[in-house]
C-alpha cells in the first residue's frame, strides 16, 4: 500500500526482541506457544512479504484434520482436497510470526520508531481546523491523541491502533468497555516428541474439554488439552512420564471407545477413523492459562481502533484467535489505505467506522460458533451426546456441508452456510 509510506509509525512496546531480535535456533526444542495460521492470514503474510521468513524456520503444514467425541458415537475427517485446495493450515510458533512481522517492518522503507516502554496516559488534544500530522518534535499537535510513555517520552498521533492483548491499556485508557466471561477452564499447552512424523492436526472432545494434537515439523507436537483449573494444575505437577500416558490416553481409548468407521458408510480407507501417533516424550514447559470469551463494546473511538485481542477473545478450541486478529490487521490496513488516498483523517471516527461494521459481524460470528461449542461439549449427556455425534457425522457425510466448514474456517467465507 504505497499511499501509507508517508505515515509515520510508532511502536509502543516493552518487548527486548524488538531491539535486540529474537534468537530462532533450528536445534532448539519448538516453543510450546504456537498458532494455527488459516490458508486466508497465510495469503495475508505473503502480502506483506512476512511469509518468507517463516518458511525458513520450523513450520508445519497440515492437509488433514480429524475431529472425534469421547463416546465413540461419531468423527469427522476434513481433507484439504474436499475443497480442491492443498493445505487446511500451518502451525507455526509464535516467535516465528512476531520475527518475520518485525524483519518485515525492518526492510519497510516507512518511517518508524519504537518505543521500548509502557503506555501511560492518553488524551485528546483541543481539536483545532489543523489536522496535520504530528510526533513529539511537531509544532501541531490539535485535535490529536497525546501519548505519554514510562520513559518520560510523549508523541502525538493521528491514529493509535491498540493491539496489546486482552488487558488492553489502549482500550482502559480510550474509556471502551468490555462484556465476556471466564470460563471454567484452563488449558495446559506444551511441546512432545514421537517416534514419527505427525502430518495430521488432531482433536478430541472429552468431558471436561477438548484435547488437540497439532503438527509442528520434524518429529514434534504442539499439546492444547482444555481441562478444569484443579485438573490443569494436578497435571502441570505429575511426572513427565505420567503426563505423556495421561496425553496418550486421552487421544486413544481413555474417556471411551474409538468411533467405528464402518457404521458411517465411508468410501475410502482415508475416510476412516484414524488412532493419532503415540507420544513417546515431553520436551517443553507445561504452560497453564486461564480461558475466557470477551468482547469490546466498540473496536472503535476519536483516534483510537482496537485490534485482536484488545478487541476480542474467544476459547482456543478452533485455534482461531490469531486469525480473527489478522483479518482485523488486514480490514484496518484497508480502511487507512482508503482513507489516505482520498485525504480523509485516518483518526476521524466515520473512517473507523467502516472498519468496526466489517470487522465486528465476522468476529461476532465466529465467537457465537465457538462459545456454542465449549458449551456443547461440557455437557454429559446421553441425548445431548447423540446430537453431538450426529453433527460430527452429517459433516462427514454430507459434501456441501463439509466443504462450507472447512471454507469458513480456513477464513476464505465470510459466514458460514447457516448465517
Known amino acids: 500500500m504505497p499511499l501509507t509510506k508517508q505515515l509515520s509509525i510508532a511502536i509502543i512496546d516493552r518487548n527486548p526482541a524488538l531491539k535486540s531480535g529474537t534468537s530462532i ?10 498458532s494455527t495460521v488459516t490458508p486466508a492470514s497465510i495469503s495475508f503474510f505473503k502480502d506483506i512479504g512476512a511469509w518468507d521468513y517463516v518458511q525458513q524456520h520450523r513450520h508445519a503444514y497440515f492437509d488433514k484434520m480429524q475431529v472425534w467425541d469421547y463416546t465413540g458415537l461419531g468423527y469427522t ?4 482436497r474436499d475443497v480442491s485446495k492443498e493445505l487446511l493450515g500451518c502451525v507455526v510458533e509464535n516467535k516465528v510470526l512476531h520475527s518475520s512481522l518485525f524483519s518485515c517492518l525492518q526492510k519497510n522503507d516507512c518511517r518508524k520508531t519504537i518505543h521500548p516502554a509502557n503506555l501511560t496516559s492518553m488524551s485528546l488534544q483541543p481539536s483545532s481546523s489543523s489536522v496535520g500530522m504530528a510526533d513529539s518534535s511537531s509544532p501541531s499537535s490539535k485535535g490529536l491523541a497525546k501519548l505519554e510513555l514510562s520513559d518520560g517520552s510523549r508523541l502525538y498521533a493521528k491514529l493509535v491502533v491498540g493491539a496489546d492483548g486482552s488487558k488492553s ?5 480510550a474509556g471502551i468497555k468490555e462484556s465476556g466471561q471466564k470460563y471454567s477452564q484452563n488449558a495446559i499447552i506444551c511441546t512432545v516428541e514421537h517416534i514419527v512424523e505427525n502430518r495430521c492436526a488432531w482433536q478430541r ?8 494434537l497439532l503438527p509442528i515439523g520434524e518429529k514434534y507436537s504442539n499439546i492444547v488439552w482444555t481441562m478444569d ?10 511426572s513427565e512420564d505420567d503426563f505423556v500416558k495421561a496425553v496418550n490416553g486421552a487421544l486413544d481409548y481413555g474417556y471411551g471407545p474409538h468411533p467405528k468407521s ?4 465411508e468410501f475410502s480407507a482415508s475416510g476412516c477413523f484414524e488412532v493419532p501417533p503415540k507420544v513417546v516424550k515431553l520436551v517443553s514447559e507445561r504452560m497453564v492459562f486461564p480461558l475466557s470469551i470477551m468482547h469490546a463494546d466498540a473496536y472503535v473511538a476519536k483516534r483510537v481502533a482496537l485490534i485482536g485481542d484488545a478487541a476480542h477473545t474467544v476459547h482456543p478450541l478452533a485455534g482461531q484467535g490469531v486469525n480473527l486478529g489478522f483479518g482485523d490487521a488486514f480490514a484496518l490496513s484497508k480502511v487507512i489505505a482508503d482513507g489516505v488516498a482520498v485525504g480523509s483523517d485516518i483518526g476521524e471516527v466515520t473512517l473507523l467506522k467502516k472498519f468496526e461494521v466489517e470487522r465486528r459481524v465476522a468476529n461476532s460470528t465466529m465467537m457465537t460458533i465457538l462459545d456454542g461449542f465449549q458449551k456443547a461439549y461440557t455437557v454429559d449427556f446421553g441425548p445431548l451426546n447423540i446430537l453431538r ?3 460430527f ?17 480456513s477464513g476464505e467465507m465470510r459466514f458460514p452456510l447457516f448465517a
Request: positive net charge; hydrophobic residues 45%; proline residues 11%.
Open 393 to 409: 457425522n452429517a459433516a462427514n457425510l454430507i459434501p456441501p456441508l463439509k466443504r462450507n466448514i472447512i471454507s469458513y474456517a
Open 229 to 238: 483449573p484443579k485438573e490443569s494444575l494436578e497435571r502441570k505437577l505429575i
Open 262 to 265: 464402518s457404521l458411517f458408510g
Open 25 to 34: 535456533k533450528k536445534v532448539d526444542f519448538p516453543d510450546p506457544r504456537v
Open 77 to 80: 475427517k476434513y481433507h484439504a
Open 169 to 173: 491499556e489502549v482500550r482502559n485508557l
Open 389 to 391: 455425534a450426529a453433527a
Open 205 to 212: 472432545f472429552l468431558p471436561t474439554g477438548p484435547i488437540a
